[in-house]
């Protein structure tokens, strides 16, 4: 079936410590998303890549990096220097080209931060 | 940057209406509505693309004033179903802006029995 996997589903980390959060998408998508979602917040746009080799900033991209060496995976790592991560982070796939193309998430990556 | 959701939360009887709106200071190229249930991803509910163009989903539909940039999506008859968080997410007519997909803040939903 196809679908969008993140990994870990649970992260704890300690303060000052780089982790990286996993996305692998089978549908052949072009576009893929990181978001991060606070509780009782709305989705706030980290990163984002069209096609592979290439990714754009989003509106918090700040503490956070990414790479898009292959189309199905889009990392995510959580520096030492974002200064707040504990949240709940989504990722998420789209056709690029597609102007109904819908937004098809994965389950999501809860991180703390101890 | 942020399209701006309202209400922030609303209660409902089963069976009642409601509105929930969303507003872009920029000109909207599309809409998308999504509804996350507690301790899901987001599901997509509708794509609207055109300015005063409706779509629906069961009960749910939605509408795009283009020249207001802004969306609403009405929840009719409601049921239990419904619960959840709604959110719109918007992409602007900015070329630069490619496929950037931007999310209000969420509108909390919860029908009761």
């Known amino acids: 079936d196809g679908g969008i996997t993140q990994s870990p589903k649970y992260l704890f980390r300690k303060e000052g410590q780089n982790v990286t959060l996993s996305c692998e998408q089978n549908l052949n998508h072009d576009a893929m998303y990181w978001y991060r979602q606070d509780p009782g917040q709305g989705l706030r746009l980290i990163y984002y890549s069209q096609i592979v080799n290439d990714f754009q900033k989003g509106d918090i991209a700040e503490g956070y990096s990414v790479s898009r060496e292959k189309k199905e995976s889009f990392p995510l790592t959580v520096t030492s220097a974002q200064k707040n991560p504990t949240a709940f982070y989504l990722c998420?796939?789209?056709?690029?080209?597609?102007?109904?193309?819908?937004?098809?998430f994965g389950e999501g990556s809860r991180l703390t931060v101890l | 940057q942020q399209p701006v959701q309202s209400p922030q939360a609303v209660i409902l009887r089963e069976g009642e209406d409601a509105v929930i709106n969303c507003s872009s200071s920029?000109?909207?190229?599309?809409v998308h509505w999504y509804r996350q249930k507690h301790g899901e991803a987001p599901v997509f509910l509708m794509i609207?693309?055109?300015?005063?163009e409706q779509k629906g989903h069961e009960k749910i539909s939605a509408s795009f004033n283009e020249k207001k940039q802004q969306s609403s999506l009405y929840l009719t008859a409601s049921q239990l179903s419904y619960s959840g968080t709604y959110f719109c997410g918007t992409r602007v007519l900015i070329k630069a802006a490619g496929n950037k997909l931007t999310f209000g803040g969420g509108t909390r939903v919860l029908v009761k029995p």
């Open positions: 609207l693309l055109k300015g005063g």
């Open positions: 920029k000109a909207l190229y599309s």
């Open positions: 998420a796939s789209r056709f690029r080209l597609s102007n109904t193309g819908e937004l098809f």
